[in-house]
């Protein structure tokens, strides 16, 4: 991990890969990790500045949470690696490690939403095959 001075404005991309926005919560900063021990850093991208909190899941991968400062709505954004395999499964560890319900992401990428979508039937299919048998 990089060691981050607290009055140091950095380029987000410096310093992590996940910078894929795949969803969002309806949630600010704050909001997100009043249980947690993550700090918001100040950053900035190409698009504008931000606050920006990175987290390695148990399952390790590398998460970033972002809530640029001049979004028109509220919310943060989850940015992930882009060549991670299984964003579902980051999305919802997420969710579990910041102890906020998968109801909170006010949007999920298209693409990844078919998927969740494509898992959540073969679980149900799945669970409905134990019972048949």
């Not at 607290?6 to 990790?33: C, G, K, S, W």
């Not at 899941?57 to 028109?72: K, N």
């Not at 979508?117 to 149900?124: D, E």
């Not at 669970?127 to 048949?132: A, K, L, R, V, Y």
Request: negative net charge; contains cysteine; aromatic residues 6%.
């Amino acid at each position: 991990m990089i060691a981050i001075d607290d009055t140091t404005l950095i380029n987000l991309e410096d310093i992590t890969p996940a910078t894929m926005t795949v969803a969002m919560f309806d949630r600010e900063p704050h909001e997100l990790t009043a249980n947690t021990d993550l700090v918001f850093r100040s950053g900035y991208d190409d698009l504008d500045y931000l606050n920006f909190a990175m987290l390695t899941l148990p399952s390790g991968h590398d998460v970033t949470l972002v809530r640029h400062q001049g979004s028109p709505q509220p919310g943060t954004e989850l940015c992930v690696r882009p060549n991670l395999g299984n964003v579902a499964s980051a999305i919802r560890e997420t969710c579990v490690f910041l102890n906020v319900n998968e109801s909170s992401l006010q949007w999920i990428h298209p693409n990844i939403e078919q998927q969740i979508t494509a898992a959540n039937s073969v679980h149900k299919l799945n669970i409905g095959m134990s019972f048949t048998r």
